[in-house]
């Protein structure tokens, strides 16, 4: 809406915008008057009021306030033809006018989605329509699934047969997958007149689809004499019907041992002839699916002998290691006991047989150069 521009002996106006069937309060101002008279005029140049005389029979038209410095009228349930330029008019010489546009926002209808059947096949291409019709300007469509936005849609756009509105549609394609049953698919309106409250529309996806199997298993080294329990998790739309068990392409060898209740196989008192592939087996409308659990019974005995050659391995190689510590301490002592006689039998040789001390100290020197003759070994 535009400010009032001016001052003075000047009418001032201001452009007003409304939503279809609201009201619209028209206001004109005049800061200094001498007395002299104001009036409304609509688009078709029709006098609604002059000063505080209707002059249009309109019951939806009524007078707010009238005085030397300000004309206000409202009008009630206004409609889409209601729209355009509404004149004031201050009867100076020369006549003074201020224009006011009244824009009217056209209301989108709630939007509808169709082009959904229930249920859908797995894999099926699906196109689900958004259509919201009345909309001034334009309404915008936008898709979510489970309250993420899905971009890159198709958008239309229709002026209506009062050529004032629009008819907007949207189209959504996409191929359905199991993930999506039970999805949230909305179709959400914005437009300016909804005050920020979107209009939405939903629809929850059905997709029918064949089950998925799988073969969980209570243990992991079942061994003979226990239980085991083989339970086959199946998951299909709709649901699959009581699964089928199977052991090597046949049926169950064992009934009394081998019990079926709901999807649980328990198998009792295991022994080696239950070895073999088992068969879990689900079928729904869609189709059925299957898959395999290979069992292998193990042996405690076998497997308790199988440990006792490791505990003499390991002794045997502990046997070894001290058997060769031993052997290296024995062959190190005899090194040092040869050794240790080792020393220079004549190194004072030289000293004992001289005259004087001099002469025992010139033997000794000569003794030392020739030591590598004088070594003796004892043993």
């Known amino acids: 809406r535009d400010k009032y521009c001016s001052q003075g002996q000047f009418p001032l106006t201001q452009n007003v915008t409304v939503v279809e069937g609201g009201t619209a309060n028209l206001t004109c101002r005049v800061d200094q008057n001498d007395n002299t008279s104001l009036q409304w005029s609509n688009p078709a140049q029709q006098t609604l009021y002059f000063d505080d005389k209707k002059a249009l029979r309109d019951n939806r038209i009524e007078l707010v306030r009238a005085s030397w410095h300000e004309l206000s009228i409202s009008v009630s349930d206004v409609s889409l033809s209601d729209e355009g330029q509404y004149t004031c008019s201050l009867f100076t010489m020369p006549v003074k006018t201020s224009k006011a546009f ?66 907007v549609s949207s189209t959504l394609d996409f191929r359905a997958d199991r993930s999506d049953d039970g999805a949230v698919v909305s179709c959400r309106v914005d437009h300016e007149s909804l005050n920020s409250t979107p209009q939405i529309a939903r629809q929850v996806l059905e997709i029918h689809y064949t089950p998925s199997v799988k073969i969980i298993s209570s243990s992991l080294w079942p061994e003979e004499g226990q239980s085991i329990v083989l339970t086959c998790e199946s998951k299909g739309k709709p649901l699959p019907e009581p699964v089928l068990w199977t052991k090597d392409g046949g049926e169950l060898p064992d009934p009394e041992r081998m019990v079926v209740n709901g999807r649980d196989l328990r198998i009792s008192f295991l022994n080696k002839t239950d070895n073999g592939t088992y068969r879990c087996e689900a079928t729904n409308p869609i189709g059925q699916n ?33 058997f060769v510590t031993l052997c290296s301490i024995i062959l190190l002592g005899r090194y040092l006991a040869r050794h240790k006689g080792t020393y220079l039998t004549n190194e004072a040789k030289g000293a004992e047989d001289a005259p004087d001390a001099d002469t025992a100290i010139i033997n000794a020197e000569g003794s030392q150069v020739n030591a590598e003759e004088k070594k003796e070994y004892f043993i």
């Open 102 to 167: 009244l824009t009217v926002l056209g209301v989108p209808e709630k939007p509808q989605i169709s082009g959904f059947t229930s249920p859908v096949m797995e894999g099926e291409r699906m196109q689900l329509t958004c259509k919201t019709s009345g909309s001034k300007p334009a309404a915008d469509i936008r898709w979510f699934k489970n309250d993420k936005e899905i971009k890159d849609v198709k958008y239309l756009k229709e002026e209506d047969a009062n050529r004032r509105t629009f008819t």
């Open 290 to 322: 299957s898959t395999e659990y290979v069992l292998i019974v193990h042996d405690p005995n076998a497997l308790a002998g199988q440990t006792a050659p490791d505990h003499a391995l390991i002794g045997g190689i502990v046997a070894v290691v001290v």
